[in-house]
């Protein structure tokens, strides 16, 4: 069962697991971990005709009644495709200029500490700390130990779409979803952009059919997928 917050929108303040009870508050690590699946019967449907049909589950759960059918696959990342495929069917992404260690395609889905963040922006972890709380940078933290915060390590790196990166920051700011989630949808392949990672589009991943697009088009594109992610997890 869904718990909501209701203000100017109604918001997932936590899910409880409808098989065994578990409750997770949003905030809380193992939150975007719970499934929520909910849709409306159609015609002829065992459920009845156009009921709501809603089931929240944990991973425990879920895999206790559903495992044996679940599809796992490892994070798909474009340096996965066959190099024949990635080279027809997106632009690669350009090389990194001087940042010391992300090369690897696997630092890019990594984290900073604070102390490693800050050295790479020759400042303070503290003034690190504002700039991601005036919207510049995402930061993670443990609601139990909330001075170790991590920063993913993307954002450190000079491909970077940072004003576009600040306008998605902000939209997860305005609706007050949690900064995991945006993490998680930014790690997270996506159809509209043919298969790319949310951070492979800012980093300067182009899927063909933007091509034609202006910097700003796709960047509007960019937004909408934005905007439907927050929707999505907000109800």
């Not at 940072?162 to 998680?184: G, H, P």
Request: negative net charge; aromatic residues 8%.
């Amino acid at each position: 069962m869904q718990l909501k917050v209701i203000g100017a929108v109604s918001l997932v303040d936590q899910i409880r697991c409808d098989r065994c009870g578990k409750q997770v508050h949003r905030i809380e690590p193992g939150f975007e971990q719970m499934t929520s699946i909910g849709f409306d019967a159609g015609f002829g449907s065992v459920f009845g005709d156009g009921n709501r049909v809603e089931i929240d589950l944990c991973e425990t759960c879920l895999q206790a009644t559903l495992g044996m059918w679940l599809r796992v696959r490892a994070p798909w990342r474009i340096d996965h495709m066959p190099q024949g495929e990635a080279a027809s069917g997106i632009d690669p992404l350009p090389p990194i200029i001087n940042s010391q260690n992300l090369g690897d395609p696997a630092h890019l889905y990594g984290v900073l500490t604070a102390h490693e963040m800050a050295e790479h922006l020759k400042c303070s972890p503290e003034a690190v700390y504002e700039r991601a709380v005036a919207g510049e940078f995402i930061f993670l933290s443990s609601p139990k130990r909330v001075d170790e915060r991590r920063y993913p390590a993307f954002q450190i790196d000079e491909r970077l779409d940072k004003s576009l990166l600040k306008q998605a920051i902000q939209k997860y700011l305005e609706a007050d979803v949690n900064s995991t989630l945006l993490w998680s949808f930014l790690r997270s392949p996506q159809k509209i952009y043919a298969g790319l990672t949310a951070i492979e589009m800012l980093l300067g991943g182009m899927p063909p059919k933007y091509d034609t697009l202006t910097p700003e088009e796709r960047a509007d594109v960019f937004l909408e997928v934005v905007d439907e992610e927050i929707s999505r997890v907000r109800w």
